[in-house]
């Protein structure tokens, strides 16, 4: 069955760098987009941006563009998120989300990267 | 970007019951909104895309309607597993937007 494996939590000091791993298996990871999204605590989610396995292109919102970077491991099909210059408002839960559909909507999802940015 | 917007905010409802959820979008998406629930802890689960295309193993006592700017979501007859948070998303136009959710609370 697919899964997506991702770690269970990480504090950060503000001003550090994150980076979250997303683990598959499963399915074909080099043939479907690999998206980011957070929630901060009582929103809804947020999306990020996206990484294609195959190629490793990108696609960021406007929002994180210089702060995010996503890169991804075909050997260990396994993508990551590393988000620089932590501020207390990046404290949120970190998903990993894969569209294997045939639209931009997130079928299969990790179980979250809690990370709380606190000094 | 597309601003989603659902409504109510939150709702009580008790087992067996039929609920409606609305979702708004601030310009036309045609059939790209898709819905998810969420229970606490948990991340998204996908329920319906492309407004009312069911996704693979999800009961059929949920179904989505709409076009354009304005979508429903029902649940016929409301089991206790169905209780969380449900978002609604637009899949038309990047980035991906998602409303701020609908708690749906037991009686």
């Known amino acids: 069955q697919v899964q997506l494996v991702q770690p269970g939590a990480e504090v950060k000091k503000p001003g550090a760098s994150v980076r979250v791993s997303c683990k598959t298996s499963?399915?074909?990871?080099?043939?479907?987009?690999l998206h980011w999204l957070r929630q901060a605590p009582g929103q809804g989610p947020e999306w990020m941006g996206l990484?294609?396995?195959?190629?490793?292109?990108?696609n960021y919102a406007e929002k994180f563009q210089g702060r995010v970077t996503m890169t991804r491991d075909t050997s260990v099909d396994t993508a990551y998120m590393e988000l620089s210059g932590l501020r207390s408002d990046d404290t949120a839960l970190y998903f990993c989300?894969?569209?294997?559909?045939?639209?931009?909507?997130?079928?299969?999802w990790g179980q979250g990267t809690l990370i709380t940015v606190s000094s | 970007d597309i601003q989603m917007t659902q409504s109510p905010s939150s709702l009580s409802a008790s087992v067996g019951d039929r609920v409606t959820i609305t979702c708004r979008a601030s310009?036309?998406?045609?059939?790209?909104l898709n819905w998810y629930l969420q229970r606490p802890g948990k991340a998204p689960k996908l329920l319906i895309h492309?407004?009312?295309s069911l996704q693979s193993g999800v009961p059929s006592r949920f179904s989505g309607t709409g076009y354009g700017t304005n979508f429903t979501l029902t649940v016929s007859s409301l089991q206790p597993e169905d209780f969380g948070t449900y978002y609604c998303?637009?899949?038309?136009?990047?980035?991906?937007?998602f409303g701020q959710g609908t708690k749906l609370e037991i009686k």
């Open positions: 989300a894969a569209s294997t559909g045939t639209g931009d909507y997130f079928d299969y």
């Open positions: 990484i294609n396995p195959n190629s490793g292109d990108t």
């Open positions: 310009q036309s998406i045609y059939s790209y």
């Open positions: 998303q637009q899949s038309y136009s990047f980035p991906p937007t």
């Open positions: 499963g399915y074909y990871f080099t043939g479907y987009f």
């Open positions: 492309a407004a009312s």
